[in-house]
Each structure stands twice: as C-alpha cells, then as structure tokens.
C-alpha cells in the first residue's frame, strides 16, 4: 500500500481556487446586482475541491487514502469557513472600525443566534457532504477517466 503524501500542497491549491472564486462571485454578484445564493457558493466549493482532487490524482498516481482523504475535507471544511467568514469581519472593522462589528454582532443578535446556529450547523452538514462526495466519489470517477484516456 502507498504511503499517506502530505496533502498540504493540495489544501494551498483549493484554498488559492477557492479565494478566487469567491472574489469572481462577489464581482459578478456586484456588478449586474445579482443574489447568487447558495447553489453558486456548493458549486464554487465542488470546483474547488474537484480541482485540487484532480491535481493529487496527477501527482501520485491514485485517489487519496481513507486518511488523506479525511485530512482533505475537514482541511477545506476549515478554510472554506474561514475564507467565507474572514472578508465579513474585516470589511466591517474596516469600514466601521469597533462600532461596525458592534453592529454586525448586534444584528447577528437580533437574527436569533439559534437561527444562525442552525443555519450554521445545515450549511456545514452540505458543505461536508459535497467535500466527502467530491474527495471520494467524484475523485475515484475521475480517476478512472485518466486512466482510461491514459494520462495517468
């Protein structure tokens, strides 16, 4: 059996992925005035890992082990999180300094913080569901069509 190859590289990659397309879809979003919702941040995540996942299919060879795979989704679970959530905090001690995130915190309080818990808990349950699908499922798929086409 092939040993565990450190995944790093790979979680750089969807995180590098992944920032861009947040930065495109806000830029669209922006620009014609559009709420993408949430199917377009599921699809910029899928991209993202789907990327990645084809990238350590081309380095070694194969799909990751149960263990590289499990260090792949939580690894993007955290910074998809982070990612997501850093832009909000800094744009609002940016542009309001203390008082904005007082605001932001004081609006989160009046959305109900059992609301936003479980909004919170529903977006990670899907969000880990498409990271395990496309780091397992997805990625033995692709697998196959490489070799098939004889690229690996």
């Keep these: 059996m092939d040993h565990d190859v450190d995944i790093t590289k790979y979680i750089i990659r969807f995180g590098v992925t992944y920032t861009i397309g947040l930065i495109v879809l806000s830029a669209i ?8 919702g949430s199917g377009a941040s599921i699809g910029l995540l899928a991209g993202s890992a789907v990327y990645s996942i084809g990238k350590f299919i081309r380095d070694n060879k194969r799909t990751p082990s ?6 792949m989704v939580w690894s993007s679970f955290v910074l998809s999180w ?6 909000i905090f800094v744009g609002t001690l940016v ?8 605001e932001l915190l004081q609006l989160m309080d009046q959305a109900g913080m059992a609301i936003i818990a479980g909004m919170s808990i529903f977006v990670s349950l899907v969000y880990l569901a498409v990271l395990y699908y496309c ?9 196959d069509n490489l070799k098939k086409k004889g690229k690996i």
């Design 29 to 36: 979003s922006y620009i014609f005035d559009l709420d993408l």
């Design 66 to 71: 149960k263990r590289e795979k499990s260090k």
């Design 82 to 87: 982070l990612l997501s959530l850093l832009p």
């Design 95 to 102: 542009l309001g300094g203390g008082q904005g995130l007082a």
């Design 135 to 143: 780091y397992g499922g997805l990625a033995k798929k692709q697998y």
